[in-house]
Structure formats: C-alpha cells, structure tokens
C-alpha cells in the first residue's frame, strides 16, 4: 500500500497536535508569514460587525491575538482539541476569549455565531472524501446572515516540510508524529460552498510576508436548506 492510498483520518493527527509545543507552532507561523496576521486583516471586514466569532483550531492563539489587535468588540469563542494547546491558551487568553477543549467533529454549540474562522488549511487536515460533511457540520453552527471564512494553501504547493506528495494529498513525518493532508483546490472549495448552499462566495488570493501565496475562502448568504442534504 502507497502513501498515496494510506486510509487516514482526522484523528490519525491528534498525537501530532498533541506533542508539537506551542512555541514550535509560532516558530512554523513566522517561518510561514502568517504571523503577523494577513489572512485576519483581509478577513475583518467580513465579521468586524458580528456579535460573535468562532476560531476552530485556535492552536497558540494567534487569531485572538490578532482580533483583539484589531479592537473587536464582539465575543471571541475559539475551540481547540489538543490538551497541551488549550492549556497554553487558558494561560495567555482566559477571560479574554470563550476556550472550548473539544473536537469539532462531537461538539455541538449551544449557540449559533455571526462568524466562523477555519485558517492556516485546517481544512486540509481532513481527507477529501470527509470534507465536505465537516463543513456541512461546522456551517450548522452558523447564525442566518452568518459568515464561514476558511483558509488554504494553493493545491499545486505543498508545505514545505512536506516529506511526501501525491497530488493533493501530502505527509509531514516528524519526531512528534506524523501529520497527513490532503489540499482542496479553489474550484473544490467553489464546489463545497455550492453545495452547501451558500449563495456568495469569494476567494481571495493572498502573500504572507514570506511571499507565499494562499487564498481565503469567504462563504456567505446561505439558505436556511441545502437540497444536497435532504434526505
């Protein structure tokens, strides 16, 4: 069997998001441009208004610090899975943000959020044939009127500390663990919105500061009901 081929899932990378320290994660976010926060500055103008924001996958915290940095008024809610990274979140941002130690997949909000932020190609971390429905599940968790803001790297370039690729599909091993993905392509996240039933969607081509090129996904105006989901 190939890596090509490997079945992998979601939680085949929880030992990895488990075992990496935070700081190792800001190192790889510097490295990568994304620290200083392009994506959110593009973003801000799409939730700056909304009573409340949902971060999935808040890692160290970079995306709260960055909200707070542009004066958000709104809540912050942000979720994250990994023990050892919401630890280190409840240390820097108790108080100032609402932080969820659970993993998307399980967990249902109580509430519905104005906004919902998924970057640095979490997306990614899901193989193709299981993001679609995760994105259908997480979109529930929208308000009506409500925006989904996602995050990806170009399909045609891997990350850079990849050690296999396949197409869209690649592998990172580390001493930490290993860590798959697969990149959905911006006419796969065309698709997505469509068939989710959002009526406005916009893809925005982006640099970090280390000139690499990404794109912010902007889904919004859905219908109260998908005809791809009625049973």
Request: hydrophobic content about 35%.
């Amino acid at each position: 069997m190939t890596h090509k081929h490997k079945r992998w899932d979601n939680t085949d990378l929880s030992a990895y998001y488990e075992n990496v320290p935070p700081a190792l994660f800001q190192k790889y976010s510097i490295k990568g441009g994304l620290e200083e926060g392009r994506d959110i500055h593009l973003a801000y103008p799409y939730f700056a208004n909304a009573i409340s924001v949902m971060e999935i996958g808040a890692c160290y915290g970079r995306v709260i610090k960055q909200i707070l940095k542009k004066g958000y008024k709104g809540k912050i809610y942000a979720i994250e899975r990994s023990k050892r990274l919401f630890s280190h979140l409840k240390k820097k941002y108790d108080g100032k943000a609402h932080l969820i130690n659970a993993d998307i997949i399980h967990f249902q909000p109580e509430q519905k959020f104005e906004a919902i932020l998924w970057l640095w190609s979490d997306i990614s971390g899901f193989p193709r044939e299981q993001q679609l429905s995760v994105l259908e599940h997480v979109s529930s968790w929208l308000a009506d009127n409500g925006v989904l803001i996602l995050e990806t790297i170009l399909h045609t370039l891997a990350p850079k500390n990849a050690t296999l690729v396949n197409d869209q599909f690649y592998m990172i091993e580390s001493e930490y663990g290993n860590l798959y993905g697969y990149i959905p392509s911006e006419q796969e996240m065309q698709s997505y919105g469509e068939q989710l039933g959002f009526r406005n969607i916009k893809h925005i081509h982006y640099y970090t500061s280390t000139d690499r090129e990404r794109i912010l996904h902007i889904f919004s105006n859905r219908k109260r009901s998908s005809i791809f989901f009625e049973s």
